[in-house]
T-cell receptor
Framework: RKEVEQDPGPFNVPEGATVAFNCTYS??????FFWYRQDCRKEPKLLMS???SGNEDGRFTAQLNRASQYISLLIRDSKLSDSATYLC????????????FGQGTELSVKP | DAMVIQNPRYQVTQFGKPVTLSCSQT?????MYWYQQKSSQAPKLLFH???????NEADTPDNFQSRRPNTSFCFLDIRSPGLGDAAMYLC????????????FGPGTRLTVT
């Protein structure tokens, strides 16, 4: 079983749609959680950290359920520029900030 | 602007010919990481430095070595590149603390001929 598993993609949605990505992780001792965005042939960029209380940044909302070991990302009113691969990322406790990446889910927003 | 810089952006090397990739940062972060990312795969951690302490991943081949002469610079040495080492190599940095938010450089795309 992979340490971080994400929804298989790709997700093809029209502009303005709401899209949700899900992710599960296997290590219950995981400490920190993130969503990264990666454009084709570019480096991953931090989209947002995910906190137990849930957090929102504009059109993006992230949720964490430690009991279920589940992380989600909701994108509202999707834009063409949101097209990218979204990586669910987990950092285990006491491993110097090591990141474990999910395979990523590709999002394509169409006009 | 503070950033993570990688040089070169594209590197072509011959099978078996040693190659060095470099990373520098102006963020003054104490932790630096090297990742390998192959096409359509997630980035995979090779090793990281926590200050001067080197931490190797158990499954990183001996062919890959690293040096960190000071806080700002970190190098990835591939002693004898094989065709399977062709990939994007990503350098990242973070500051100690929780969460360890990592900031990536633009990567070096390595081709082995």
């Amino acid at each position: 079983r992979k340490e971080v598993e994400q929804d298989p993609g790709p997700f093809n949605v029209p502009e303005g749609a709401t899209v949700a990505f899900n992710c599960t992780y296997s290590n219950s001792a995981s400490q920190s959680f993130f969503w990264y965005r990666q454009d084709c042939r570019k480096e991953p960029k931090l989209l947002m950290s995910v906190y137990s209380s849930g957090n929102e940044d504009g059109r993006f909302t992230a949720q964490l359920n430690r009991a279920s070991q589940y992380i989600s990302l909701l994108i509202r009113d999707s834009k063409l520029s949101d097209s990218a691969t979204y990586l669910c990322v987990v950092s285990p406790y006491n491993q110097g900030g090591k990141l474990i990446f999910g395979q990523g889910t590709e999002l394509s927003v169409k006009p | 602007d503070a950033m993570v810089i990688q040089n070169p952006r594209y590197q072509v090397t011959q099978f078996g010919k040693p190659v060095t990739l470099s990373c520098s940062q102006t963020l003054n972060h104490n932790v630096m990481y090297w990742y390998q990312q192959k096409s359509s795969q997630a980035p995979k951690l090779l090793f990281h430095y926590y200050d001067k302490d080197f931490n190797n991943e158990a499954d990183t081949p001996d062919n890959f070595q690293s040096r960190r002469p000071n806080t700002s610079f970190c190098f990835l040495d591939i002693r004898s590149p094989g065709l399977g080492d062709a990939a994007m190599y990503l350098c990242a940095t973070s500051r100690e603390g929780t969460p360890y938010e990592q900031y990536f450089g633009p990567g070096t795309r390595l081709t082995v001929t």
